[in-house]
């Protein structure tokens, strides 16, 4: 039900957005976030708008270089990513929870109830 896209592959110091298309329900009081997953690494959240304040979290290492918004109208979420480094590279997954709780602790997002999972879209950034 979610789809993620606008992945590919751009040198270092280069900019990509993805998008995300939800349905139209997902807008109305969820949880939505982007995560990413690296070759043998755990997946780590990204970017998160908790469903208990409507606050956009973010990693430590992503502040100030990426930027999460949506567009209720299209019912697509955005993450605008720039300055990015080759340790950016990974999948990229949009979810969303009914009862999704993000927070952000020493800087890591942590994310709860992230019932929604779409297909993942590969960034890859060269150094």
């Not at 982007?34 to 990693?59: H, K, L, M, N």
């Not at 109208?73 to 990513?81: A, D, I, P, R």
């Not at 990015?84 to 997002?109: F, H, M, N, Q, R």
């Amino acid at each position: 039900q979610l789809q993620a896209s606008g992945g590919g592959l751009v040198q270092a110091g280069g900019s990509l957005r993805l998008a995300c298309a939800a349905p139209s329900f997902i807008f109305d009081d969820y949880a939505i976030g982007w995560f990413r997953q690296a070759p043998g690494q755990d997946r780590e959240g990204v970017s998160c708008i908790s469903s208990r304040d409507g606050v956009t979290y973010y990693a430590d290492s992503v502040k100030g270089r990426f930027t999460m918004s949506s567009d209720n109208g299209k019912n697509t979420v955005y993450l605008q990513m720039n300055t990015l480094k080759p340790e950016d590279t990974a999948v990229y997954y949009c979810a969303a929870g009914i009862s999704g709780v993000c927070t952000v602790v020493g800087g890591t997002v942590y994310y709860y109830n992230m019932d929604y999972w779409g297909k993942g879209t590969q960034v890859t950034v060269s150094s």
